[in-house]
């Protein structure tokens, strides 16, 4: 089992659990995935840091620096999330809502060869996904830092 944090397209933000992260993307892909408190089916991974279990012996004493260095990962997540998606933004074509068509057009070579990003539907990232198309979710913006607590 896997737990995600999710938020809708409405800034809901909620977890859920599933047996795996490729059950997730499959019923995600199929629209499965809503919002508790609105019904939105625009929903996505939001950035969380990782929960990592391990045994630990009775007689151990607590790491005191253990949410210190939970911290600095959280931090180097988002940071590495807010990079990627500035690479994206700096340095592929926005296609807007026609990302699905143009993705599709590229790969069968009737648009010309080319890094894009956009939006597209749970559904549509389905069908690309099923005809070989290679698509995959640009991470949400972090926020910033400063305004973390």
């Not at 089916?41 to 151990?60: F, H, I, L, Q």
Request: hydrophobic fraction near 35%.
């Amino acid at each position: 089992m896997i737990r995600y944090a999710l938020k809708c397209d409405h800034d809901h933000g909620f977890e859920a659990w599933f047996g795996s992260s490729s059950d997730y993307d499959d019923q995600a892909a199929r629209g499965l995935v809503e919002c508790p408190f609105c019904g939105s089916r625009g929903v996505e991974k939001a950035v969380m840091a990782p929960s990592v279990s391990g045994r630990r012996r009775a007689d151990a004493a607590p790491d005191p620096a253990a949410p210190e260095a939970m911290r600095k990962m959280q931090t180097m997540m988002m940071e590495a999330a807010r990079e990627v998606r500035a690479h994206v933004e700096a340095n592929f074509d926005y296609v807007g809502d026609a990302f699905a068509r143009e993705a599709r057009d590229i790969h069968e070579g009737r648009s010309e060869k080319r890094e894009i990003y956009g939006e597209a539907t749970p559904a549509d990232v389905r069908k690309l996904k099923d005809d070989g198309v290679p698509v995959s979710a640009l991470p949400d913006a972090p926020p910033d830092p400063s305004k973390v607590n």
